[in-house]
Antibody, heavy 118, light 107 residues
Framework: EVQLVESGGGLVQPGSSLKLSCVASGFTFSSYNMHWIRQAPKKGLEWIALIYYDSSNKYYADSVKGRFTISRDNSKNTLYLEMNSLRSEDTAMYYC???????????WGQGASVTVSS | DIQMTQSPASLSASLEEIVTITCQASQDIGNWLAWYQQKPGKSPQLLIYGATSLADGVPSRFSGSRSGTQYSLKISRLQVEDIGIYYCLQAYSAPLTFGSGTKLEIK
Protein backbone atom coordinates (compact mmCIF):
# COMPACT_ATOMS: atom_id res chain seq x y z
CA GLU A 1 0.00 0.00 0.00
CA VAL A 2 1.32 3.41 -0.99
CA GLN A 3 1.83 5.73 1.98
CA LEU A 4 2.99 9.33 2.03
CA VAL A 5 3.47 11.01 5.41
CA GLU A 6 4.21 14.71 5.60
CA SER A 7 5.77 16.43 8.59
CA GLY A 8 7.44 19.69 9.55
CA GLY A 9 4.49 22.02 9.44
CA GLY A 10 3.71 24.60 12.08
CA LEU A 11 3.14 28.22 12.99
CA VAL A 12 5.87 30.61 11.83
CA GLN A 13 6.34 34.35 11.50
CA PRO A 14 6.39 36.18 8.17
CA GLY A 15 9.85 36.18 6.63
CA SER A 16 10.92 32.97 8.32
CA SER A 17 11.77 29.56 6.89
CA LEU A 18 10.39 26.06 7.24
CA LYS A 19 11.25 22.68 5.74
CA LEU A 20 8.61 20.05 5.08
CA SER A 21 9.36 16.36 4.68
CA CYS A 22 7.36 13.59 3.07
CA VAL A 23 8.34 10.00 3.79
CA ALA A 24 7.18 7.51 1.18
CA SER A 25 6.57 3.78 1.45
CA GLY A 26 4.84 1.00 -0.44
CA PHE A 27 6.39 1.78 -3.82
CA THR A 28 9.80 2.26 -5.42
CA PHE A 29 10.26 5.92 -4.52
CA SER A 30 13.30 6.41 -6.75
CA SER A 31 11.28 5.52 -9.86
CA TYR A 32 8.59 8.19 -9.56
CA ASN A 33 8.29 11.92 -10.01
CA MET A 34 6.92 13.69 -6.95
CA HIS A 35 4.86 16.83 -6.42
CA TRP A 36 3.90 19.35 -3.75
CA ILE A 37 0.41 20.83 -3.84
CA ARG A 38 -1.10 23.23 -1.33
CA GLN A 39 -4.57 24.29 -0.30
CA ALA A 40 -5.21 27.54 1.53
CA PRO A 41 -8.04 27.46 4.10
CA LYS A 42 -11.42 27.13 2.38
CA LYS A 43 -9.72 27.49 -1.03
CA GLY A 44 -8.92 25.26 -3.99
CA LEU A 45 -5.87 23.23 -4.87
CA GLU A 46 -2.69 24.94 -6.05
CA TRP A 47 0.15 22.94 -7.58
CA ILE A 48 3.48 24.36 -6.44
CA ALA A 49 6.39 22.08 -7.34
CA LEU A 50 7.53 18.97 -9.20
CA ILE A 51 10.78 17.01 -9.05
CA TYR A 52 11.70 14.24 -11.42
CA TYR A 53 12.53 10.77 -10.09
CA ASP A 54 16.27 11.40 -10.48
CA SER A 55 16.21 15.12 -9.50
CA SER A 56 17.19 16.00 -13.08
CA ASN A 57 14.34 18.47 -13.48
CA LYS A 58 12.44 20.70 -11.08
CA TYR A 59 9.51 22.97 -11.82
CA TYR A 60 7.77 25.57 -9.68
CA ALA A 61 4.66 27.71 -9.66
CA ASP A 62 5.36 31.39 -10.15
CA SER A 63 3.93 32.08 -6.68
CA VAL A 64 6.82 30.22 -4.99
CA LYS A 65 9.64 30.39 -7.52
CA GLY A 66 12.82 31.73 -5.94
CA ARG A 67 11.52 31.18 -2.40
CA PHE A 68 10.74 27.45 -2.26
CA THR A 69 13.03 24.56 -3.17
CA ILE A 70 11.93 21.00 -3.84
CA SER A 71 14.43 18.20 -3.30
CA ARG A 72 14.53 14.49 -2.59
CA ASP A 73 16.75 11.85 -1.03
CA ASN A 74 16.08 8.56 -2.76
CA SER A 75 18.22 6.69 -0.22
CA LYS A 76 15.82 7.84 2.49
CA ASN A 77 12.59 7.62 0.44
CA THR A 78 11.98 11.23 1.39
CA LEU A 79 10.75 14.30 -0.45
CA TYR A 80 11.41 17.79 0.88
CA LEU A 81 10.08 21.31 0.45
CA GLU A 82 12.27 24.08 1.79
CA MET A 83 10.28 27.28 2.18
CA ASN A 84 11.99 30.64 2.68
CA SER A 85 10.73 34.21 3.02
CA LEU A 86 7.33 32.92 4.07
CA ARG A 87 4.31 35.18 3.64
CA SER A 88 0.82 35.13 5.09
CA GLU A 89 -0.47 33.95 1.71
CA ASP A 90 1.63 30.79 2.08
CA THR A 91 -0.68 29.67 4.89
CA ALA A 92 -2.10 26.37 3.69
CA MET A 93 -2.23 22.61 3.98
CA TYR A 94 0.72 21.22 2.05
CA TYR A 95 0.33 17.84 0.36
CA CYS A 96 3.00 15.69 -1.21
CA UNK A 97 1.84 13.47 -4.04
CA UNK A 98 3.21 10.64 -6.11
CA UNK A 99 2.97 10.88 -9.87
CA UNK A 100 1.65 7.88 -11.75
CA UNK A 101 2.63 9.09 -15.20
CA UNK A 102 2.46 12.16 -17.40
CA UNK A 103 2.23 14.58 -14.46
CA UNK A 104 -0.88 12.93 -13.00
CA UNK A 105 -0.79 12.41 -9.22
CA UNK A 106 -2.34 9.14 -8.04
CA UNK A 107 -1.53 9.14 -4.33
CA TRP A 108 -1.52 11.96 -1.82
CA GLY A 109 -0.39 12.34 1.75
CA GLN A 110 -2.64 13.53 4.55
CA GLY A 111 -1.05 16.98 4.48
CA ALA A 112 1.07 19.22 6.71
CA SER A 113 -0.41 22.47 7.98
CA VAL A 114 1.63 25.66 7.65
CA THR A 115 0.45 28.91 9.21
CA VAL A 116 2.36 32.11 8.60
CA SER A 117 1.32 34.77 11.07
CA SER A 118 2.80 37.29 13.45
CA ASP B 1 0.47 29.42 -18.17
CA ILE B 2 -2.56 27.30 -19.06
CA GLN B 3 -5.80 28.40 -17.40
CA MET B 4 -8.53 25.93 -16.50
CA THR B 5 -12.04 27.39 -16.20
CA GLN B 6 -14.27 25.06 -14.22
CA SER B 7 -18.05 25.23 -13.91
CA PRO B 8 -20.32 25.28 -12.09
CA ALA B 9 -18.80 26.45 -8.81
CA SER B 10 -21.47 24.56 -6.90
CA LEU B 11 -24.11 22.04 -7.74
CA SER B 12 -27.00 20.53 -5.85
CA ALA B 13 -28.52 17.37 -7.29
CA SER B 14 -30.82 14.56 -6.26
CA LEU B 15 -29.80 10.97 -5.65
CA GLU B 16 -29.66 8.88 -8.84
CA GLU B 17 -29.51 12.06 -10.93
CA ILE B 18 -26.95 12.58 -13.70
CA VAL B 19 -24.36 15.23 -12.84
CA THR B 20 -21.96 16.93 -15.24
CA ILE B 21 -19.00 19.18 -14.40
CA THR B 22 -16.94 20.88 -17.06
CA CYS B 23 -13.48 22.39 -17.48
CA GLN B 24 -12.38 24.60 -20.32
CA ALA B 25 -8.68 24.80 -21.11
CA SER B 26 -7.21 28.07 -22.36
CA GLN B 27 -5.25 26.18 -25.02
CA ASP B 28 -4.96 22.72 -26.52
CA ILE B 29 -3.89 20.22 -23.86
CA GLY B 30 -4.82 17.08 -25.77
CA ASN B 31 -5.94 14.36 -23.39
CA TRP B 32 -3.67 15.57 -20.56
CA LEU B 33 -6.54 16.14 -18.16
CA ALA B 34 -7.31 14.51 -14.84
CA TRP B 35 -10.23 14.75 -12.41
CA TYR B 36 -9.99 14.56 -8.62
CA GLN B 37 -12.55 14.21 -5.86
CA GLN B 38 -11.92 15.70 -2.44
CA LYS B 39 -14.24 14.61 0.34
CA PRO B 40 -14.61 16.85 3.41
CA GLY B 41 -11.47 16.78 5.55
CA LYS B 42 -9.67 14.37 3.23
CA SER B 43 -6.91 14.44 0.63
CA PRO B 44 -7.90 14.49 -3.06
CA GLN B 45 -8.42 11.17 -4.83
CA LEU B 46 -7.77 10.53 -8.52
CA LEU B 47 -10.92 9.68 -10.50
CA ILE B 48 -10.04 10.08 -14.17
CA TYR B 49 -6.76 10.49 -16.07
CA GLY B 50 -6.03 10.91 -19.76
CA ALA B 51 -9.38 12.74 -19.98
CA THR B 52 -11.35 9.48 -20.22
CA SER B 53 -9.56 6.68 -18.33
CA LEU B 54 -11.02 5.53 -15.03
CA ALA B 55 -8.51 5.28 -12.17
CA ASP B 56 -8.22 2.02 -10.26
CA GLY B 57 -11.06 1.37 -7.86
CA VAL B 58 -13.25 4.23 -9.09
CA PRO B 59 -16.91 3.26 -9.62
CA SER B 60 -18.03 2.96 -13.23
CA ARG B 61 -20.72 5.62 -12.72
CA PHE B 62 -17.88 8.14 -13.14
CA SER B 63 -16.79 8.93 -16.67
CA GLY B 64 -14.78 11.56 -18.49
CA SER B 65 -15.07 13.00 -21.97
CA ARG B 66 -13.45 15.60 -24.17
CA SER B 67 -14.67 17.90 -26.93
CA GLY B 68 -11.85 20.04 -28.22
CA THR B 69 -10.57 22.02 -25.24
CA GLN B 70 -13.67 21.32 -23.14
CA TYR B 71 -13.57 18.42 -20.71
CA SER B 72 -16.45 16.92 -18.77
CA LEU B 73 -16.83 14.68 -15.75
CA LYS B 74 -20.13 12.82 -15.56
CA ILE B 75 -21.60 10.98 -12.63
CA SER B 76 -24.32 8.79 -14.09
CA ARG B 77 -26.30 8.03 -10.92
CA LEU B 78 -25.44 10.30 -8.01
CA GLN B 79 -24.85 8.55 -4.69
CA VAL B 80 -24.55 9.97 -1.17
CA GLU B 81 -20.86 9.11 -1.05
CA ASP B 82 -20.19 11.32 -4.08
CA ILE B 83 -20.54 14.56 -2.13
CA GLY B 84 -17.39 16.63 -2.08
CA ILE B 85 -15.42 19.02 -4.22
CA TYR B 86 -14.27 18.06 -7.70
CA TYR B 87 -11.21 19.50 -9.43
CA CYS B 88 -9.82 19.19 -12.91
CA LEU B 89 -6.06 19.29 -13.49
CA GLN B 90 -4.23 20.05 -16.70
CA ALA B 91 -1.25 17.72 -16.87
CA TYR B 92 0.00 18.94 -20.24
CA SER B 93 2.79 21.20 -19.07
CA ALA B 94 4.32 22.75 -15.97
CA PRO B 95 3.22 24.81 -14.20
CA LEU B 96 0.34 22.41 -13.73
CA THR B 97 -2.97 24.10 -13.05
CA PHE B 98 -6.15 23.01 -11.31
CA GLY B 99 -9.63 24.22 -11.99
CA SER B 100 -11.27 26.26 -9.26
CA GLY B 101 -13.39 23.36 -8.05
CA THR B 102 -17.04 22.32 -8.04
CA LYS B 103 -18.78 21.71 -4.74
CA LEU B 104 -21.32 18.92 -5.12
CA GLU B 105 -24.14 18.54 -2.64
CA ILE B 106 -27.18 16.33 -2.39
CA LYS B 107 -30.52 18.08 -2.81
Amino acid sequence: EVQLVESGGGLVQPGSSLKLSCVASGFTFSSYNMHWIRQAPKKGLEWIALIYYDSSNKYYADSVKGRFTISRDNSKNTLYLEMNSLRSEDTAMYYCAKETHYYVMDAWGQGASVTVSS
Amino acid sequence: DIQMTQSPASLSASLEEIVTITCQASQDIGNWLAWYQQKPGKSPQLLIYGATSLADGVPSRFSGSRSGTQYSLKISRLQVEDIGIYYCLQAYSAPLTFGSGTKLEIK
